[in-house]
Every structure is written in structure tokens, then in C-alpha cells.
Nanobody, 119 residues
Framework: QVQLVESGGGLVQAGGSRRLSCAASGRTFSSSRMGWFRQAPGKERSFVAA????????YYADFVKGRFTIYRDNDKNTLYLQMKSLKREDTDVYYC????????????WGQGTQVTVSS
């Protein structure tokens, strides 16, 4: 059974930084691609970033390139998203997800953590 639990959300001023964490249970984390997504109320969930199982390859949505960094610690079964230069439009619920087959289809999702950026 895979469980993903995000943490680190909260209120941050525009221009500030925040680090999100995603703690994973189960034995599949270290062999799975992992991703971060975000969603605002009434909007579709959008891709933010992804990382290969060993952390060698990372992928980012254009709107976060150069500002967000995804990384992982397989020894701790934890995924991270370091966010800097935050903008008001980064306000969203952020979700981590696990792609066990590495095909871009995410099988498991966390419950989300709210990030609110104030001006």
C-alpha cells in the first residue's frame, strides 16, 4: 500500500521561498518516477515537475523553470520541491504523485498541501 503525505505548505510572501516535502510509504518509491502537480479550485490539475527514480533526470513546466527544483532522497523515501521567487499565481494546492511504471501515468496521489503567496 502506497501512501504519500505532503507537508511544507503555508503562507509565504511574494518573492519568498518554500520547500515542500512528500513522505512516501511502501517499497516502490525508490524505483518510481515522482511528480509534483498543482491545482486551484475550479481549475484542472497541472504538471509542475517530475524526477526519474534515481534523480538523474528532471522535468519542469515552463512557468516554474529556474524557480523550482525537484529532488529526492531515496534513503528517506522523500520527495522535495524547493520553490523560490514565488509569485501570487503560484498559489495552489500542491500534490505529489508516484508513477510506478515510468510512463507518465501517476498511480498514487497525496492529499495535497496548500501554498498561498501573498503580495
Amino acid at each position: 500500500q502506497v501512501q504519500l503525505v505532503e507537508s511544507g505548505g503555508g503562507l509565504v510572501q511574494a518573492g519568498g521561498s518554500r520547500r515542500l516535502s512528500c513522505a512516501a510509504s511502501g517499497r516502490t518509491f525508490s524505483s518510481s518516477r515522482m511528480g509534483w502537480f498543482r491545482q486551484a479550485p475550479g481549475k484542472e490539475r497541472s504538471f509542475v515537475a517530475a524526477i526519474s527514480w534515481a534523480g538523474r533526470n528532471t522535468y519542469y513546466a515552463d512557468f516554474v523553470k529556474g524557480r523550482f527544483t525537484i529532488y529526492r532522497d531515496n534513503d528517506k523515501n522523500t520527495l522535495y520541491l524547493q520553490m523560490k521567487s514565488l509569485k501570487r499565481e503560484d498559489t495552489d494546492v500542491y500534490y505529489c504523485a508516484e508513477d510506478q511504471r515510468g510512463r507518465g501515468t501517476y498511480d498514487y496521489w497525496g492529499q495535497g498541501t496548500q501554498v498561498t503567496v501573498s503580495s
